[in-house]
């Protein structure tokens, strides 16, 4: 059993175990793991840190991890000597195997097996851009667990799974990501249904941070460099979290990897604030990816994307649309598989930072496809597509639904 206590950034606290925010001072909470150097199990995926993730036990059937490799296509060409690729989606040929061609496949599992554990057996719901909803809805499909995914227009066609679908209920909301999310926290506040609680679940946070521990096994060192593309920050937070713990282990170096932090303008609100940029939101349709919009990011709270960037030494980057587009030409045409166009934009950050010299060519990179092999995927294993069971302007419609389901 993987032993740990739940203990607030802010003021230190020991906390419950299923808490999500301090209410002393409103800090993000971290699981604090009594095994103190990284030691990987013999199990599948993600589940080989099962010392470093708040669970108990585990999903065997869902649970693949992100994988690592030296790239040489895509670093001859942006004239890099040490980049490294995680690359969390379908690809075969390099063992990487996500059912939904997402990292968010590193979210959902310890989540819903946290879930299990509560023993109180209720229906989890999640408000998504698309990406997290369609990890959710798989495991959830292999599980059985209860979900109601609430879900923005916009996400409807990122969502399938390969597996029958389970004991779902898809709420289509007419409005943004924001929108979402409000009405997901208010089906969550009643009684029998609750809210995944996004960053600041423990769960989420650490199943993502199992990009940094993979990589620093295959590099046999912490990187210098972390670039990735974010929506909440959530992401960074992870790779800041992760890296802190294998600092404390002593074996992969004792530099904190810099974060470098990638958003897509216009709508940019973590870039706006690391820079002190006013400016307001646009039409998410403006974006050329609407995942990577969250009006509300953990930027300033205690433990938050503010604290990993200044902790590391780190930077947000602006991306245009263009930028995104030609920089996921650049990776696809290098490195041979197509991505999401999230990650795109951490391609585009990268080669930005070699432009302007913040980094240096023989350092060692690490660079977060954050997902991909969609194309390969659709052709292999069909996924089928997942409809929503009702469109909804209001909170009041989606209850009035639900209710009338059970």
């Known amino acids: 059993m993987g032993d740990y206590v739940v203990r607030c950034v802010g003021c230190g606290s020991v906390r419950p175990p299923y808490t999500l925010v301090c209410p002393e001072d409103g800090a993000l909470l971290?699981?604090?793991?009594?095994?103190?150097?990284l030691s990987p199990r013999s199990l599948p995926g993600i589940w080989r840190f099962y010392d470093w993730l708040p669970v108990h036990d585990i999903i065997r059937e869902a649970g693949e991890g992100s994988v690592t490799y030296r790239s040489s296509a895509?670093?001859?060409?942006?004239?890099?000597?040490n980049l490294y690729i995680s690359f969390s989606g379908y690809w075969?040929?390099?063992?990487?195997?996500?059912?939904?061609?997402?990292?968010?496949?590193?979210e959902a599992p310890p989540t819903m097996q946290r879930l299990r554990e509560r023993c109180d057996s209720p229906t989890l719901v999640v408000a998504s851009a698309g990406n997290t909803a369609r990890?959710?809805?798989?495991?959830?499909?292999?599980?059985?667990?209860?979900?109601v995914?609430?879900?923005?227009?916009?996400?409807?066609?990122r969502l399938w799974t390969t597996v029958p679908r389970g004991r779902i209920s898809l709420i289509c909301v007419r409005g943004d990501y924001y929108d979402a999310i409000q009405i997901g926290e208010r089906i969550a506040s009643m009684p029998e249904f609750v809210g995944e609680g996004g960053a600041r679940n423990i769960a989420r946070r650490d199943g993502m941070a199992t990009v940094m521990l993979e990589a620093a096994l295959a590099i046999e060192r912490l990187p210098d460099h972390y670039f990735q593309a974010v929506?909440?920050?959530?992401?960074?937070i992870s790779a800041w979290e992760a890296s802190l713990r294998l600092v404390d282990d002593g074996r992969f170096g004792k530099v904190l990897p810099r974060l470098h932090l990638a958003q897509n303008l216009p709508n940019a609100p973590i870039y706006h604030e690391w820079h002190g940029i006013k400016a307001e939101a646009c039409p998410s349709e403006d974006m050329f990816d609407d995942v990577l919009f969250n009006r509300h990011p953990p930027y300033g709270v205690a433990g938050g994307v503010r604290d990993a960037l200044a902790d590391s030494g780190g930077d947000v980057y602006g991306i245009s649309n263009r930028e995104a587009a030609d920089a996921?030409?650049?990776f696809e045409g290098a490195e041979g598989i197509d991505i999401l166009n999230a990650p795109a934009v951490a391609v585009a950050a990268l080669a930005n930072a070699i432009e302007s010299g913040a980094i240096m060519s023989d350092e060692t990179i690490l660079l977060n496809i954050t997902g991909g092999?969609?194309?390969r995927l659709k052709e292999e294993l069909m996924p089928e597509a997942l409809r929503p069971d009702i469109i909804v302007s209001s909170s009041e419609e989606a209850i009035d639904f639900l209710a009338g389901r059970s």
């Open 231 to 236: 929506g909440s920050g959530t992401g960074g």
């Open 135 to 147: 990890a959710f809805a798989n495991v959830a499909s292999m599980t059985g667990q209860d979900l």
């Open 92 to 106: 075969p040929e390099r063992d990487a195997l996500m059912k939904t061609c997402s990292f968010k496949d590193l």
């Open 328 to 330: 996921k030409r650049l």
């Open 30 to 37: 971290r699981a604090e793991y009594a095994l103190k150097r």
């Open 373 to 375: 092999g969609v194309s």
């Open 74 to 81: 895509l670093s001859r060409e942006l004239g890099l000597k």
């Open 149 to 157: 995914l609430v879900v923005p227009e916009s996400g409807l066609s």
